[in-house]
């Protein structure tokens, strides 16, 4: 979804980097802290070892991520507001893309 809304919400000539950040943000960021924060909870719902095995209360690991991402979703729905995109913004995408094709001596659609 987030980066469908960044297709929409940027300006053509840094479209391919938003897309990039946004990329970078979920896939690279998210999943980077994402993996350090799964491993405090493993460790905290984890009981005393025994010889080789250690129980784990699984419940309550699986039920951390979800009370996480139900909050993250409530923040989201709460604070987002989509100001919509402006008239403006749409003539000069299509200013830019119409002098680009031009330029590469291609007719616009």
Same mark, same amino acid.
């Given at each position: 979804?987030?980066? $469908?809304?960044?297709?929409?919400? %940027?300006? #053509?000539? $840094?479209?391919?980097? #938003?897309?990039?950040?946004? /990329?970078?943000?979920? !896939?690279?960021?998210?999943?980077?802290?994402?993996? !350090?924060?799964?491993?405090?909870?493993?460790?905290?719902?984890?009981?005393?070892?025994?010889? @080789?095995?250690?129980?784990?209360? +699984? *419940? %309550?690991? +699986?039920?951390?991520? #979800? $009370?996480? =991402?139900? /909050?993250? !979703?409530?923040?989201? =729905?709460?604070?987002? *507001?989509?100001?919509?995109?402006?008239?403006?913004? @749409?003539? !000069?995408?299509?200013?830019? &893309? #119409?002098? /680009?094709? &031009? %330029? =590469?001596? =291609?007719?616009?659609?």
């Amino acid at each position: 979804m987030g980066q $469908i809304y960044v297709d929409d919400r %940027a300006p #053509a000539a $840094i479209r391919a980097t #938003a897309q990039g950040f946004i /990329a970078f943000v979920t !896939l690279g960021l998210g999943m980077f802290v994402g993996s !350090l924060l799964s491993g405090v909870v493993v460790d905290h719902y984890s009981g005393p070892k025994v010889g @080789d095995y250690t129980p784990h209360n +699984w *419940r %309550a690991i +699986w039920l951390a991520p #979800a $009370i996480a =991402a139900g /909050a993250f !979703l409530l923040l989201f =729905a709460i604070l987002f *507001r989509d100001r919509g995109k402006s008239k403006s913004d @749409d003539v !000069l995408t299509d200013t830019r &893309e #119409a002098q /680009a094709l &031009e %330029a =590469a001596g =291609a007719a616009p659609l």
